[in-house]
């Protein structure tokens, strides 16, 4: 079994992808060129991530029109998507919702224990590979 | 190894789901309740799959807002949603992407190599679980 440099399973933890090329419509990237995406990352990054989790910065999780944006998935758990996110004021509520997220086996949190943020801003999920047919 | 009853293999193959519970905003639901999305994964059930390509019926994909909705996922590729399907004229060309995903090893398809449906309609994008770090 791999292990990344922090110790999290790649085959039995969860990730928290984070975009770092997203913008936001109403915000211009800064003359340094730091996208909202890539600082919400970083306020991701200074935060406390669940137990095994790994977070992983990404280019682009095709929801540019909707950034910025996260994905939370792990084996054997539906992976979410989420988008619409303010990099300065959701990252506390990110960590609350990821923690949530890995609480479960499958990924599904009960509706009313999602961040609000979470619930507004959710633009695709998808079933993990073992899904069983309807 | 697990094996479908299609000889698929869960652990290698390649993974079509499409959203049954999907709607349309300018088709209402027939009295008989057989949804935009559902129809979609009928057409879609008669076509030619990739080899090796599951089809599964899932309830809602969380785009709710951009039915109709699949994703293409598998193991050790970048999974894709896409919505704003039209459950009749569309199929041929999801099934046309759905080869070309399932050709790759990675689940990244060469822009000019998408059907044009994928190209204007990603709603997201998630990596492998194994994606290098930036």
Tied chains: 1, 2.
């Excluded at 913008?23 to 991530?49: E, I, T």
């Amino acid at each position: 079994m791999d292990e990344t440099a922090d110790g999290a399973s790649q085959e039995t933890g969860t990730t928290l992808f984070v975009c770092v090329t997203c913008r936001r419509a109403d915000a211009p990237v800064p003359a340094n060129g730091h996208r909202p995406g890539a600082a919400m990352h970083d306020a991701l990054a200074k935060g406390a991530l669940p137990e095994g989790m790994r977070l992983r910065a990404v280019e682009c999780l095709s929801a540019c029109s909707n950034g910025c944006a996260v994905a939370l998935t792990g084996p054997g758990r539906w992976t979410y998507v989420y988008g619409n996110l303010d990099p300065e004021a959701d990252p506390p509520a990110i960590l609350s919702g990821a923690a949530a997220y890995a609480a479960t086996a499958d990924g599904l949190v009960p509706w009313r224990e999602r961040p609000l943020i979470f619930r507004r801003n959710a633009i695709a999920r998808v079933p993990p590979l073992r899904l069983e047919p309807l």
